[in-house]
């Protein structure tokens, strides 16, 4: 197993990247693709930041034999092997970890695993770059995120209660490079013995320029927390009043009545971006069933069949 291969200590250069490389740890079992695109990300950040250095250049091999491995072990795992399904995989895991702890914030259940969870969904939108840009909907998901954790944080660290949802945006923070997030049970690792998750590396918005249009940020079908939540709950993180949330009855999309007379048009000849696009559609209604996220499926599934037979979407 990759865990198996002892990084050296995480130098000091690369203290950026160190919630991601512990992301990657607390994932090895529970999804080893995550844990996977968290060390890529974390070794293509570090080569930009330094690989000069000895003790950078040291770390930076030792992690990528450690991706190599991986990679040999997951080697029948298209989440691997194609970036589409890699994509869809992590984008996929990003938003119900942001749903689960949106959920739980605008319903007024405020715990430290909440507020992990909309931490882990902001790194993991930082690990969707690996492949490419972000859409302007992650790039909005992970600064809410970012900045939720932090205002969350700091109000129950202060004795106060935080406002849910969206409202609030305005509220100034003081001293918060004091932030911390609920650790994982520690391990032999060297990366387990880095500080616990803390928030000092996010900006946090004042009051002259809190973030824009939260309000508004998309939220797609299944915005219940899934039965089984990508976060991780310590036993002891999370407050004895929390209710469990189960997932309620899904609203399936209605079936648009055109599909079912649609015939395939003779002279159309679809683009290799057609094929592209419908196959990543395909590839997002699947990864949306690995979550019971029929809605989602059934979404994704009904725009690729209209883009094959009518080559537009």
Known sequence: ???????????????????????????????????????LYAMQTGMKIDSKTPECRKFLVKLMDQLEIMKKQLGDNESITQDVVGNAHIENYAYKMFLYADTEDRAGRFHKNMIKSF???SLLYDVLTVFGELTEENIQHRKYAKWKAAYIHNCLKNGETPNSGPMGMET?????????LPQSSA???PVADMPSSDLSNI??????????????????????????????VPSTSVLPSTPTIQP?????????????????????????EDYARAQKYCKYAGSALQYEDVGTAVQNLQKALKLLTTGRE
């Open 187 to 189: 391990s032999n690792n």
């Open 1 to 39: 197993m990759a865990s198996e291969q002892v990084l050296p200590p995480l130098p000091q250069q690369f203290k950026l990247i160190q919630h991601h490389m512990r992301t990657a740890q607390e994932h090895e079992k529970r999804d080893p693709v995550v844990a996977y695109f968290c060390r």
């Open 203 to 232: 900006q946090t918005p004042t009051a002259d320029h809190p973030p824009s249009n939260f309000s508004t940020i998309p939220i797609p079908p299944g915005a219940h927390a899934p039965a089984n939540t990508p976060a991780e």
């Open 119 to 121: 931490y882990t969904a």
């Open 172 to 180: 100034e923070f003081e001293n918060e490079d004091d932030v911390s």
């Open 248 to 272: 309620g009855p899904q609203s399936i999309p209605i079936i648009d009545p055109s599909l079912y007379s649609i015939a395939s048009q003779g002279e159309m000849r679809l683009t290799p």
